[in-house]
């Protein structure tokens, strides 16, 4: 009976931990598409002007050519905000939950580094200018921590009949 | 499910249009002004020591009269002169470079004996000189932030200062930037200074550092610094004329910082 019950705690954690992290992509896509730490009004030109300001930030972490840069800064904030609603959908989750996590995990390895080597730089999280500290990366641990377990619990769930489903033992 | 999958669809499809819209090799915003760096390069610019001027715009009825700015290093001033340009106060002319009337102003806090600001100064700063500051497109300004925990940078500081004064700014903040680890381990800035100067200007550069008349001058940038705030270096803000400002905090590549001044000075 506890098994088969909507409400059991692997569920319930596993919707939070989807919209926990679906509100950060989304906060965060739709403030480096936005510019929103910036006060610009919204249009075409102030998101690409948004879009070029964010490049120099992921610039300054020192990591990719100056394409690679361009590519990462006018494609990531897009596909934050297509992964948050992916995660509210919840369509393939185990697939997306994966890609999440090792997308926090990417983050997680480029702030450590920059912090490992003393780079005072903005961590380019939300958009707003916003100093790389020890902070950020207790924030990106405890984000990947929640994304490993999200996908852990998405594996376990989808190996299960849904609950609500015609198909579930307790129907059948 | 099959609606779900349509709606994922949908909205897949219309983020990639999106992204097709927005990404810059659609729309090479770079492009008129890459031409316009090809030129500054054909034709070195010699570097008057004067004030700036800027001709006005030539009537639409003369398109055939280009619009000339002469842009110029910045003019030696009294010390203590302060401008104020755009919204930008506090502005020592003799450290500060390009056409008032551009429509940026790039205003970079540095610490001599900083890493991040030489690699930005000899890779970056260089090169916005030579294509945007010289073509009248970027007010420069150079804001010194010594930092304390750097024994020499101050010195390093009084003496820069005192060489913009004497209308030497340039050549000494390359000798100092360019032999940062040689004086950072001797502390010998006098030598380095002196190097890149004449026997006569070395003389009125130590005049004025020993007259610390333009230490408070070094002292205003530092306040105007914390006020930011300026908390590492190099510290770069942009200005647009219409009075946005845009924050950048260390090192940033030249090819990357080019896109984003492009589109500031394209913004109407």
Redesign the interface.
């Known amino acids: 009976m506890m098994q088969s019950s909507p409400f059991n705690f692997r569920r319930v954690f596993l919707w939070i931990c989807r919209i926990v992290l679906a509100g950060v992509f989304l906060y965060a896509g739709s403030a480096k598409l936005l510019g929103w730490g910036l006060h610009l009004h919204p249009s075409i030109s102030s998101t690409k002007l948004s879009l070029f300001y964010f490049a120099l930030q992921v610039d300054s972490y020192q990591l990719l050519p100056p394409w690679a840069v361009q590519f990462v800064a006018h494609t990531l904030p897009l596909a934050e905000v297509a992964i948050g609603l992916l995660l509210l959908l919840g369509w393939l989750l185990p697939v997306w939950t994966t890609f999440v996590t090792l997308l926090i995990a990417g983050f997680f390895a480029s702030v450590v580094r920059a912090y490992a080597l003393g780079l005072q730089i903005n961590c380019g999280c939300f958009a707003k200018p916003e100093p790389l500290t020890g902070l950020t990366i207790l924030r990106d641990g405890l984000l990947l921590l929640l994304a490993v377990l999200m996908t852990v619990f998405a594996f376990q769930e989808s190996r299960k009949p849904h609950p609500w489903s015609a198909t579930s033992p307790e129907h059948s | 499910m099959n609606r779900?999958?349509i709606?994922?669809a949908l909205?897949?499809v219309g983020?990639i249009g999106?992204?097709v819209?927005?990404?810059?090799s659609i729309?090479k915003?770079g492009e008129a002004p890459a031409q316009q760096v090809e030129q500054s390069q054909a034709i070195p610019q010699p570097r008057p020591v004067e004030t700036v001027n800027t001709t006005p715009a030539p009537p639409a009825a003369l398109p055939l009269i280009p619009p000339v700015i002469t842009v110029a290093k910045a003019a030696p001033a009294s010390p203590q002169a302060s401008i104020s340009v755009n919204g930008v106060n506090d502005i020592d002319p003799a450290k500060a470079f390009g056409s008032k009337s551009a429509p940026l102003i790039m205003e970079i806090y540095s610490d001599f004996q900083c890493p991040?600001c030489k690699q930005l100064f000899t890779t970056t700063t260089q090169k916005v000189m030579d294509n945007y500051v010289n073509t009248g497109k970027v007010y420069l300004i150079h804001r010194d932030f010594p930092l304390p925990m750097h024994a020499y940078s101050r010195v390093a500081a009084s003496y820069s200062r005192a060489a913009a004064h004497i209308g030497k700014c340039d050549e000494v903040e390359q000798a100092l930037f360019r032999n940062q680890e040689k004086w950072e381990m001797t502390g010998d800035v006098v030598g380095t200074v002196a190097a890149a100067l004449s026997p006569a200007e070395m003389k009125k550069v130590q005049a004025l550092v020993e007259g610390k008349t333009l230490e408070p001058l070094i002292e205003k940038d530092k306040q105007i610094g914390m006020t930011v705030p300026v908390?590492?270096?190099p510290y770069t803000v942009l200005h647009t004329k219409s009075g946005?400002t845009?924050?950048?905090?260390?090192?940033?590549?030249y090819?990357?910082?080019k896109?984003?001044l492009d589109?500031?000075v394209a913004?109407k």
């Open positions: 779900r999958r709606m994922v909205l897949g983020l999106v992204a819209l927005l990404f810059p729309h915003p991040a908390n590492q270096t946005q845009f924050p950048v905090v260390g090192f940033v590549s090819d990357v910082l896109s984003f589109q500031l913004q």
